[in-house]
């Protein structure tokens, strides 16, 4: 028997896709790809190959967070902001334990807010962890960054080396870069020159 509020839910999402195009936006489905539009009543699906990056953070770091968010897809990566990414109507939670699960690499962007906060972030956390433990154990999967001076929670910290997005930024770009660049390699992909300077990552197989 079918779920009605599923039914209800997913005719509103497609209701709110229809309006976005309709106003000319973009709209990114995870793990589908990207509807757009096409010509003054048509639209078309961009299928989704970029390596994706989930971003867990507080939201008074939202500034950082955004750039951070332009850094990866400056890079060729489909990075995941809740902000960017969610749309009304979705079941929030089980959207973002999705997007976690189905991404290629999870940053989670620590603060000297982060680190005392409750909330989603350290929820986030905690399923990512989870989603690591099915990760080979030479595999990167999370990635911690610091965002200014403070403390990584010991459980991360005494497994896995974090990376700081200070006093340098651009060398600490660099690094988390290099770090999932690796990692894509070693699991297949390779990467590709595209125009200007932009470097867009694609996997071998089609």
């Not at 048509?42 to 190959?49: D, K, M, Q, T």
């Not at 009304?88 to 603060?111: K, L």
Request: charged fraction near 30%.
């Amino acid at each position: 028997m079918k779920n009605p509020n599923r039914s209800t839910s997913s005719k509103h999402v497609v209701e709110v896709l229809r309006q976005c195009l309709a106003e000319g936006k973009v709209v990114d489905i995870d793990g589908l790809g990207r509807f757009q539009p096409v010509g003054k009543n048509g639209y078309e699906l961009v299928a989704c190959r970029k390596p994706r990056v989930f971003l867990a953070y507080v939201q008074e770091e939202g500034a950082a967070v955004d750039r951070l968010y332009q850094a990866f897809r400056s890079q060729g990566f489909d990075a995941w902001l809740d902000r960017k990414k969610l749309l009304p109507g979705q079941n929030w939670p089980r959207s973002i334990e999705d997007a976690i699960e189905n991404s290629d690499f999870f940053v989670a962007c620590f603060s000297q807010l982060s680190v005392r906060k409750k909330g989603g972030f350290q929820a986030e956390i905690r399923y990512a962890l989870d989603c690591a433990k099915r990760v080979p154990l030479d595999e990167t999967f999370l990635i911690p960054v610091r965002l200014n001076e403070c403390r990584v929670p010991a459980r991360i910290r005494c497994e896995i080396q974090y990376i700081d997005l200070f006093p340098d930024w651009d060398k600490g770009i660099k690094k988390i870069i290099t770090v999932m660049e690796r990692q894509l390699r070693r699991r297949g992909w390779t990467a590709v020159l595209s125009t200007g300077k932009t470097r867009r990552l694609l996997p071998l197989a089609s």
